[in-house]
């Protein structure tokens, strides 16, 4: 049973913290940063139970480091850096304690791994959980990264592993639970994402890259985003889309590609660049430990065109998750 609101805030940690970089945190009416003069990034996510988890197969404590990852990935986007996060939480007034306690010790463990601190927030009960973070961060002294910066000619870039995000929510949907190392792997891509953020950084630090945005619906459907706000069009290889061996083992080839394009909640970053700009962007990999992949090209007309062996191949009829359009559960 959860007590009342400042004894559930003292119970689980949050109460009278006050972490580095945080003038005045939880307990007063707004919370004062301490920040050098800069630009400023703004950005909110909410992970919303039904809609983006299932309780009854998610660990509270992943659920914490996910509520975190997502707003840092949005910050990486920019190619920023996060400060401080407030956190609005809505809870069941009959949910166990034990669980809020694992869903802070969760989030707390990756505000430290991301260098960001718990400043305040609020509380209430409702029927569901609801986490909503605001996370503010600082941007890159060449400025943001924005979407809308692609050009005709850049190279377009994704790093990481897309897709697996993506299978290891159906393995979650199944109800099924086993010891394959494989399946193991998929479904921690889904509930524990990692933000992208060194590779972010380094990307921004650079100032070479033209446009970046997380993948958080899908390849397809981010990449449509970049196109929208830049005004511009793009080629892709299929065959220079990555597809992990887990990916691949799980789920057969073809299935493999088309969640690699469509899948969401991935968080990895899809930017593009000058073809000039190929040794900054795999000096920015090798420093970030992240791997890039060059999987197409921007083109001046509007359309996304979707190449395989030198024809072109049919893109998927479902590009990517829409909001109210689709309400999978992860």
């Not at 897709?163 to 399946?183: F, I, T, Y």
Request: aromatic letters at 4%.
């Amino acid at each position: 049973m959860i007590p009342g609101e400042f004894d559930l805030l003292r119970a689980i940690g949050i109460l009278g913290s006050r972490p580095e970089g945080v003038a005045v945190g939880p307990g007063d009416d707004t919370a004062v940063l301490d920040l050098p003069a800069c630009r400023l990034l703004f950005t909110a996510d909410a992970v919303v139970e039904g809609v983006h988890f299932l309780r009854d197969r998610t660990d509270p404590a992943d659920l914490g480091h996910k509520v975190v990852a997502v707003n840092v990935s949005d910050v990486a986007a920019m190619g920023g850096t996060p400060v401080a996060f407030t956190l609005t939480l809505t809870v069941p007034p009959d949910l166990d304690l034990e669980w809020l306690r694992a869903f802070h010790g969760g989030l707390s463990a990756a505000a430290r791994a991301y260098g960001c601190a718990l400043a305040g927030g609020d509380t209430t009960a409702g029927p569901a959980v609801v986490l909503s973070a605001a996370l503010l961060g600082t941007g890159p002294e060449a400025g943001p990264v924005l979407r809308s910066g692609a050009r005709p000619g850049d190279d377009i870039y994704v790093s990481g592993s897309p897709g697996e995000s993506a299978a290891g929510l159906e393995r979650v949907l199944s109800g099924r639970r086993d010891d394959d190392p494989v399946w193991q792997r998929l479904v921690r891509r889904h509930q524990r994402p990692e933000a992208r953020l060194a590779l972010g950084r380094s990307l921004g630090a650079s100032g070479r890259v033209t446009a970046m945005i997380d993948l958080s619906d899908g390849l397809l459907q981010d990449l449509g985003h970049v196109l929208s706000a830049s005004g511009a069009g793009a080629d892709l290889e299929l065959a220079k889309v990555p597809v992990s061996a887990d990916l691949r083992s799980a789920m057969g080839l073809p299935r493999a590609r088309e969640l690699a394009l469509v899948g969401g909640e991935d968080y990895e970053l899809l930017f593009t660049a000058p073809p000039e700009a190929r040794a900054a962007v795999a000096a920015a990999a090798r420093a970030s430990g992240t791997a890039v992949h060059r999987i197409g090209r921007i083109a001046a007309g509007p359309g996304l065109r979707l190449w395989e062996g030198g024809r072109e191949a049919p893109l998927p009829a479902v590009r990517g998750y829409e909001h109210f359009c689709d309400g999978r559960p992860g």
